[in-house]
């Protein structure tokens, strides 16, 4: 599977979802009304076929994007489609314990990160796509060709890419002028910057420095940028100077943090950025919108969005996390829910998507369609943040060492005079024996 995203372009958003339930009209029948709708929406045409009595159930994380994917999927008249919206936190789980049944899921259509893809895939709880992509004549030029190379294993395309989002700086004009100097291209301006508000405001930088996620995403987005490794060789690389130079940019962020920064995860982040007290941030791209919401944001009319620095001359290399449809191998109406996936994925579906909601498609026309960049006027900084892109590692012990790193990122947010250097060249130590295969 590949690893390097080279994405010159923005990547989707929310989409909604389908599963099992009602299975009273025969396969050949329904397939033939979604393969109808399916090309209709992908030529943008609209269709007027009689929903059938084929009920599909999807995963997805439950808020306001969700909210929204319950009205878009309405237009789907191939099937009905009911959404199980679940916290982000249970998601995981509850997927894993249908995709495990004999005889049939709760769910026809998985929501999947691309994290999660290659465990899913191993254990045989995904269908291969590649049969159908075939059998109803799927243009994947459509997508961007990065997002499937991911959610590709072994050669079986196991997932439609959808919503992706990325870290990028947002800040308030109105303090950025206070400042007096110009947006932070490189990581050092950027801490000189927060280290100017905080000592001359009291705030300083917004990041999510809580023991989580995000804040490894943002360290292995620094990590990147440095020309640094998680692994080399099979074995764990952050005892290199590479790692030694991130773990010092990822301090002296955390030393300029504002307070209580060492408890945030990136929703706090948002939070302090719409009420007008952190006068630059680390945001995630999924909760820029709220920031242009008059009645939800206090800098509605002075936020300002911006590709994240590099380090030195060396261009910044984000970190991307998305998701994709995904057809459950225990689905007892498999043709049905590809063919809803692929509605789901298409030009029409992604665009009303982005309108509703700001999310970003992957699809390369939605990322220069002007309706969607007026929807979205953080596009272009998430287009930077995407340009040379990569996904954190998966293979073998990953997520054992992941979840290790949580914990050595907390611990230097909350004490950030601690000896960081030393500090990760032990944690890379404690990682020797991991196993990370290829």
Known sequence: MKKVLSLGMAVVLTLSLTACGGRTESKETTATQAQGQTESAQSGKETTQAASNVELVATRWSGGQSDDQKELVKGYTASEIVIDDVAYDKLKEKETLSMQKSGGGDYDLIYVAEV????????????????????????LSMYNQSLLDTMTVDGKIMSLPTFTQTS????????????????????????????????????????????????????????????????????????SDEAAQAITIWQELCKYAMDGASTWHVDDVGQAMKDGVAPISISLSGNCSAYLDPEQSAVAETVKFAGMP????????????????????????????????????SPEQEKSASLANGSISALPELAEDQEVLEKIPYLPAVTEALAHARILPTAGDSSTMLTGLQAVLSEIATDPDTDSAALIKSYNESCKDYQFGR
């Open 168 to 239: 990028i700086l947002a800040y308030d004009e109105t303090a950025m002028q206070r400042y007096g100097g110009e947006v932070p291209k490189t990581f050092d301006e950027l801490i000189a910057c927060a280290k100017w508000f905080k000592e001359n405001e009291g705030t300083g930088i917004a990041v999510p420095a809580m023991q989580g996620q995000a804040a490894v995403d943002l360290f292995g987005a620094i990590l990147y940028s440095c020309g640094g490794e998680f692994i080399k060789d099979g074995k764990a690389d952050l005892g």
């Open 310 to 345: 590099g380090v030195g001359d060396k261009d910044y290399v984000g970190t991307a996390n998305f998701w994709g449809w995904s057809v459950a191998a225990n689905s007892e109406n498999p043709d049905e829910a590809f063919q809803a996936a692929v509605w789901l994925t």
């Open 116 to 139: 999660w893809c290659p465990d899913y895939a191993s254990n045989g709880w995904l269908l291969p796509l590649n049969d159908y992509i075939e059998k109803y004549n799927v243009d």
